[in-house]
């Protein structure tokens, strides 16, 4: 009965997505369903550059995210976007872990929460904008980007929508690709060069993104496969590890680690 077989599969399935996005809503039960994982692996102790990124850091999480950044710059530097790149092309030197920190969306936690911290801490980050979200309730505004602009910190693309790339017609997705960087030039008054693929993953974009990119005059493209990177790795795949600061330690090395 392939019928009823393929049926159980597909229950299966779903009850494996609904059980994952009910996790993704309850970011400390995610935490802890993953942190056994982690007793296998430790944050990375040699040579490999790191790209952790986050979302929304609500102000119950922020104590978490200081103990995360904490941990990461114990064990190396911690590099704004630039000097990443400067990394990839080989013209910095890489010796142990370096860390390279940026968020994404729009979110009103990186003004009240994020950027203090990171001021304080002296922790540079890159903030990839989703520029359709800006000024919509619960995001921030153009003003307040302008802000984070003025206090230091770097700015990337994460398109208009934040819609899967890889659903979109060639037109559509080029429209995410170009206007987002236009609308950040025009409103922050900087180039705008670094992009980050909405999810992110290899099913998310393809080969069409990452040439309509570059042609848009992107010198990044950020993905969020999770591996280090190591200098002569191209700046068009930068592998990301996504992070919750609401995860223990334990569930961080699932993500960052040798
Ligand atoms: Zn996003």
Redesign the pocket.
């Known amino acids: 009965m392939p019928g009823v077989e393929s049926q159980t599969r597909i229950k299966r399935h779903l009850n494996e997505l609904g059980l994952r996005s009910q996790l993704r809503a309850r970011p400390r039960i995610q935490g802890r369903v993953l942190a056994p994982a982690g007793m296998f692996r430790r944050l990375p102790t040699s040579t490999g550059l790191y790209f952790p990124f986050y979302?929304d850091v609500l102000p119950e999480y922020a104590g978490d995210l200081r103990r995360h950044l904490q941990s990461f710059k114990r064990l190396g530097p911690m590099v704004t976007w630039d000097e990443a790149l400067e990394v990839l092309a080989g013209r910095r030197d890489l010796s142990g872990p370096m860390f390279c920190l940026s968020f994404?969306?729009a979110h009103l936690s990186w003004r009240d929460v994020v950027a203090p911290m990171l001021r304080e801490l002296r922790v540079p980050a890159t903030f990839f904008v989703?520029t359709g979200l800006v000024g919509q309730t619960g995001n921030l505004t153009w003003p307040d980007l302008r802000d984070l602009l003025a206090q230091g910190f770097q700015f990337g693309s994460?398109t208009v929508t934040?819609q899967r790339l890889a659903d979109q017609d060639d037109a559509a997705s080029l429209h995410e690709i170009r206007f987002s960087k236009d609308r950040l030039e025009q409103e922050l008054g900087v180039e705008v060069r670094d992009f980050a693929a909405?999810?992110g993953s290899l099913v998310d974009y393809g080969d069409r993104e990452v040439s309509a990119a570059r042609e848009a005059g992107y010198r990044s493209f950020a993905s969020t496969l999770r591996a280090p990177m190591l200098p002569g790795d191209s700046p068009m795949f930068i592998q990301r590890q996504g992070l919750h600061p609401a995860w223990p330690l334990w569930a961080v090395r699932t993500r960052v680690h040798d």
Do not use: E
Request: no cysteine; hydrophobic share 0%; aromatic share 12%.
């Open positions: 979302h994404d969306d989703t994460h934040h909405p999810y």
